[in-house]
């Protein structure tokens, strides 16, 4: 069972005690956490592990998710591209519905009675039209700097039904927000199977029972196939480097999340687009990747890429940090705010540059060595679980009421 000592190596004694002190405010009270999805990408990632944290300090939280049907997530999925900023995506009436009347079903088998409620994302969202006793949070986890209006402007109004917004960024409040809002970074929990220590050896097991050569260089994109992470310009990127450094091997690593329908035709996509390059390997949740297997590439990787041309706040990217990885990524969402130019990695604007400061990275091992330990540093002072659970109970202490 995880326990917030445990922590103390990592963050140090202040961190967990502070941790403690502001837990036993709250000691009993109730949570509920809502998502879409118990499995794939960065927010069923997060709760995993922050759930069973606050539990084990005295706080009563659960974590539900969304029953949905396949036309439910197809509007969903739209909604989040729409909101990201793809202009061209519209809602009909219908689908709306269909949207609303899913969430309806869902606020009556869900156990929502408690002190606080988190909803996460869109796809839950219209949940606090059943609101009941209790203080409701929108956790927004993606980029809604400049959303489709058509598609916001039909949301908005139950946003405002909530008492407070959680952005991963100041700049993706969207303007005009009609209630308060805060900012929390997302974070990794460096103690989970994903994250935890790995012996050399036993990445090197993971690594040959893909057919993957340990003797020769890697690198390699972690993430949900889908057309915002540019898994093809991953695989350009690639191509690329192999010109300068001939032995190179890329690993594209993407799961597919239950709430993703659009992850099975990009698979296909990307598999055609790799063609029969003995170098690239693709693969995914349904050949065996699971946590171990992704903490293994990510230690793996000399340079890990991250060619998103939007993101939420890039998960990956803190993961691949935290294991003294070097990152080349595209300058989008949160990535800043872990890349730093020059000192955690590099950020690139286009292929050609991703390509050569990648192919520096593995000319110079020092480099990306010097890089990915800046790297770790910046995670283990902004990015940890410990984090996250501070900034989540002072949230909770001050929404009902108990900061003074
Ligand atoms: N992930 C995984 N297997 C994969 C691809 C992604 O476990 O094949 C995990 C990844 O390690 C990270 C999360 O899913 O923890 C993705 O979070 P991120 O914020 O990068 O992106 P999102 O999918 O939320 O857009």
Not at 71 to 82: E, R
Request: hydrophobic share 40%; with cysteine; net charge neutral.
């Amino acid at each position: 069972m995880v326990k917030i000592e445990d922590y103390a190596p990592i963050v140090g004694e202040g961190t967990v005690e502070a941790i403690r002190e502001m837990a036993e405010i709250i000691r009993g009270e109730r949570a509920v956490h809502v998502n879409a999805t118990s499995y794939g990408g960065g927010v069923a990632e997060i709760l995993s592990r922050m759930i069973p944290l606050a539990r084990s300090l005295g706080i009563d939280v659960t974590w539900q998710t969304l029953k949905g049907d396949i036309d439910f997530f197809k509007v969903t999925k739209k909604m989040h591209n729409a909101l990201q900023g793809d202009l061209g995506t519209a809602i009909s009436d219908e689908e709306f519905a269909h949207y609303l009347k899913v969430n309806a079903e869902n606020a009556a088998l869900l156990e929502l009675d408690s002190d606080v409620v988190v909803i996460h994302d869109p796809q839950p969202l219209p949940l606090v039209r059943q609101r009941g006793r209790g203080k409701w949070a929108w956790r927004c986890h993606i980029d809604t700097s400049t959303p489709n209006e058509a598609v916001w402007s039909r949301l908005d109004p139950m946003v405002r039904m909530y008492d407070l917004a959680i952005f991963s960024m100041e700049r993706y409040i969207p303007k005009g927000l009609a209630i308060p809002s805060i900012i929390d970074y997302p974070t990794i929990d460096p103690l989970s199977p994903k994250n935890a220590p790995m012996k050399p050896e036993d990445v090197t097991k993971v690594l040959e029972r893909y057919g993957v050569d340990p003797d020769r260089p890697l690198i390699g994109q972690v993430a949900r196939f889908d057309p915002w992470k540019d898994p093809l310009g991953a695989i350009d990127v690639f191509r690329r480097v192999k010109s300068a450094v001939p032995g190179i091997q890329l690993a594209m690593i993407g799961s597919f999340a239950r709430d993703d329908p659009e992850g099975a035709e990009w698979y296909e996509r990307v598999l055609r687009y790799a063609g029969r390059e003995k170098d690239i390997f693709v693969l995914s949740n349904l050949d065996g990747v699971g946590d171990l297997e992704v903490n293994a590439f990510q230690r793996a990787f000399s340079v890990a890429i991250q060619l998103s041309k939007r993101e939420g706040f890039g998960l990956t990217v803190t993961e691949a940090l935290w294991k003294g990885v070097p990152v080349v990524a595209k300058r989008a969402g949160g990535i800043p705010l872990q890349v730093i130019d020059g000192t955690t990695g590099f950020l690139t604007e286009g292929l050609e540059d991703a390509a050569e400061r990648v192919a520096l990275l593995l000319r110079r091992s020092w480099l990306a060595r010097e890089l990915g330990e800046r790297g770790r540093q910046h995670v283990r002072l902004n990015f940890l679980i410990t984090k996250g659970l501070s900034n989540y109970l002072r949230m909770h202490i001050e929404l009902v009421g108990k900061m003074g």
